[in-house]
């Protein structure tokens, strides 16, 4: 944010000496049109733990503007916002920090079969089966689309002098957010434990091994996975720089902090990699605010 505005400042003031040529018939066209439409897109990123599945996405938005004097002009908008599932929170090739462990008295040889570890082989007794599952999955893609207020208020009132604007806007907002189904797979490790020419073999190596024990992830089986359509709401904030000449066209860059009240999404990092988290019938969604910082770029047709 203040690599953004630094420059701006320079800008402002090397524009401020510019300025001084303005004719009054060339100053004055900037009041005669109070109205403006904008249309605008750039990238967004999610931020705070608790939206960890989730990091870059795109947004794009059309706004209106009427403004009611030099400080302050009022409208509405439009704007719609997608974040994909990043894959890298579930990979695929696991070490030990990315299990999901537990431990369980007996276990099923492979998920297609109720035959188990003590049925299959001589088990000593004490034995508690030190295990863990890695978790690899897909879709659960967010898009949100919103409508709402817009209030913009400029921290350098609209001027004859100088043809750049900073400002504010606030935008409290409804939404409809949908989160995308979620599919994926989990495949079960024994720790220091493997099955090697037919027989059990505890190894006491301090390894994970992998098992037959695979199972596919999806709606079906996992009714918390089907995707979801949310009705919210919440507040856009933020500063931005515009450039006005005295033509219709005016160019803007702006960044905007926003929060949506509770939506679905895919959060793993909001529950703990243990067994139980595994086979917890919400794991891994969550309803929670959405935090997301949105960067855009802009024109501006005044009329």
């Not at 297609?112 to 897909?138: C, K, M, V, W």
């Not at 400002?167 to 079960?188: C, E, H, N, Q, T």
């Amino acid at each position: 944010m203040i690599r953004l505005l630094l420059p701006s400042l320079f800008l402002i003031l090397s524009l401020r000496a510019i300025a001084q040529d303005e004719g009054p018939a060339v100053a004055r066209a900037r009041f005669d049109r109070p109205n403006s439409v904008t249309v605008a897109g750039g990238i967004s990123r999610v931020f705070n733990k608790n939206v960890g599945d989730y990091t870059r996405g795109t947004n794009a938005e059309v706004s209106f503007l009427r403004r009611l004097n030099k400080l302050v002009s009022v409208g509405a908008f439009v704007s719609t916002s997608s974040f994909n599932y990043d894959p890298a929170k579930t990979p695929s090739s696991p070490n030990p920090n990315d299990l999901y462990k537990g431990f369980d008295l007996d276990l099923r040889i492979e998920s297609t079969s109720n035959l188990t570890y003590r049925d299959q082989f001589a088990i000593p007794e004490n034995y508690d089966f030190p295990h863990g599952f890695q978790l690899t999955l897909e879709g659960g893609n967010v898009s949100l689309t919103t409508i709402g207020a817009n209030i913009k208020l400029n921290l350098i009132p609209v001027s004859d002098k100088i043809p750049v604007s900073i400002y504010l806007l606030a935008r409290p907002f409804a939404a409809i957010s949908k989160r995308a189904d979620v599919s994926g797979s989990g495949k079960m490790f024994l720790y220091q434990a493997k099955v090697e020419s037919g027989q059990f073999v505890i190894t006491n190596d301090d390894k994970w091994y992998p098992t037959r024990y695979t199972e596919e992830w999806g709606p079906d089986g996992y009714p918390s996975l089907k995707g979801v359509t949310v009705l919210t709401g919440g507040l856009h904030v933020g500063p931005g720089i515009e450039l006005m000449p005295s033509s219709p066209l005016s160019v803007y860059v702006q960044a905007l902090l926003g929060y949506t009240m509770p939506v679905s999404f895919v959060s793993t990092g909001s529950y703990a990699k243990t067994t139980g988290s595994y086979t917890n019938p919400e794991f891994p969604i969550v309803k929670k605010g959405f935090p997301a910082l949105s960067l855009q770029a802009g024109v501006t047709y005044n009329f």
